[in-house]
């Protein structure tokens, strides 16, 4: 992405960044459709329930291991590369409009400014046409991770992506919508914002800065502000 030479001088010292996957796209509940329907196939009935116990938070093959263990069989590769390929497509399928909080809030804090992180599962070609509308504004940076559980990224992921903003952990804020997130991010050092959907809102976010309904509450533009002390 080309940004002016006056803006690229500018040293930017906090950041803030969004689990793309789940704050926006919706990723949990995709994700429950995607193992719902793969255990659907081998005969194994799962409820959301039986999901946020077994799968959320866990690797993908232990957890379908978990949901399948009952039924005295184990997941097999077959599986596992079919119920991350159904959510990747759903996720890759999705685009973010140029009227969706996010962009309000990335164009707010990169007006500071303030270094937004866009952190996905998806594929660079694929990340790159379903948050085009965000790509467009100066100090966003795109963030392609490769290992994830399900629902969050592990702490690892967060330290490399702390490294990836080129800034200290603790001076980035973390957005995250479930408590494996949450206490991911809070283990790489960094602050965070919790933004629950309705399979994540039970959860418990203790550590958490914050935590939101929903990303277009007015207050997490200041929440944001308040943790970066800006």
Known sequence: MA???????????????IEMDTVVLGGIPHMYGA???????????LDEGTFARF?????LENGLNRAMHA????????MVQNVRSAYLAQLAAASVPENHPVVALAKSLTGIPVRVGLLTLLGHE???????????LPHVKLICETQAVVGS??????????????????????IVAAAASNKA???ASMPTIVVP??????????????????????????????????
């Open 3 to 17: 940004i002016s030479k006056k803006k690229s001088k500018q040293v930017i010292t906090k950041g803030c960044v």
């Open 35 to 45: 193992v719902r329907d793969e255990l659907a196939r081998q005969q194994v009935p």
């Open 55 to 59: 799968l959320l938070g866990t690797y």
């Open 71 to 78: 039924a005295g069989r184990r997941a097999t590769t077959e």
């Open 126 to 136: 694929e990340a790159m046409r379903v948050f085009e509308p965000l790509l467009d």
């Open 153 to 174: 990224f592990p702490r690892d992921a967060w330290r490399r992506t702390s490294a990836t903003m080129d800034m200290a952990d603790r001076l980035c804020v973390a």
């Open 185 to 187: 991010a809070l283990a």
């Open 197 to 230: 959907d309705a399979m994540t809102d039970y959860q418990d976010f203790t550590g958490a800065q914050y935590v939101f309904e929903k990303l277009g509450d007015d207050g997490v533009l200041p929440a944001v502000k308040q943790v970066l002390r800006i």
